[in-house]
């Protein structure tokens, strides 16, 4: 039998609302959200640790209400058709994709740990040389166990940027 493992942490002892441990996952396909869920729950994220969202919009709108401190981010993600009930529109002033959401998030919270997802290299990107750097984590599809593991210890290790804890 396999002994259970321990639960996900992040570094919190600096955040008395918890907020180190909050982990938001972007992405559009429902499998593919669904598979990164239940993979972060199988590392030991709590279920109140973490929020998932389909579009920029939603993404956007948790953020500024839940403030997480890692996400997860499509690189290919894609406009809704049809957003759900309470998720504002998407507009001309918001970002067209994954790339351009993970540098708005950074843009509004420094401090926010990035991990893109992407079927291709995320260097080849309009966030290369933030991954290149090392200030974004990067994650080939498909997502696996081992992958989203290492690259979640790699967040959660790292120290965040020099701008970051101006709050």
């Known amino acids: 039998m396999t002994p259970p493992r321990a639960p996900f942490r992040g ?11 909050r982990i938001m996952v972007v992405e559009d396909s429902a499998s593919a959200r669904r598979l990164l869920q239940q993979l972060l ?9 973490l929020r998932l969202a389909a579009s920029v919009p939603e993404a956007l709108q948790t953020f500024a209400q839940w ?3 890692i996400v997860f981010v499509d690189l290919e993600l894609r406009p809704p058709l049809h957003p759900p009930p309470g998720v504002p529109p998407v507009t001309d002033a918001m970002p067209k994709d994954g790339a351009e959401l993970a540098l708005e998030l950074l843009r509004r919270d420094p401090s926010t740990r990035l991990i ?18 090392g200030r974004i984590q990067a994650i080939v599809k498909p997502l696996l166990a081992a992958k989203v593991k290492d690259v979640l210890d790699r967040a959660t290790t790292a120290p965040p940027s020099p701008a970051s804890r101006r709050r």
């Open 41 to 49: 729950l199988g590392l030991g994220v709590g279920l109140p640790d």
């Open 116 to 133: 893109v997802c992407s079927a291709t290299d995320a260097r080849e990107t309009i966030v290369g040389d933030l991954v290149r750097a």
């Open 11 to 21: 570094d919190g002892d600096d955040e008395p609302d918890g907020r180190e441990r």
């Open 67 to 69: 403030t997480p401190a």
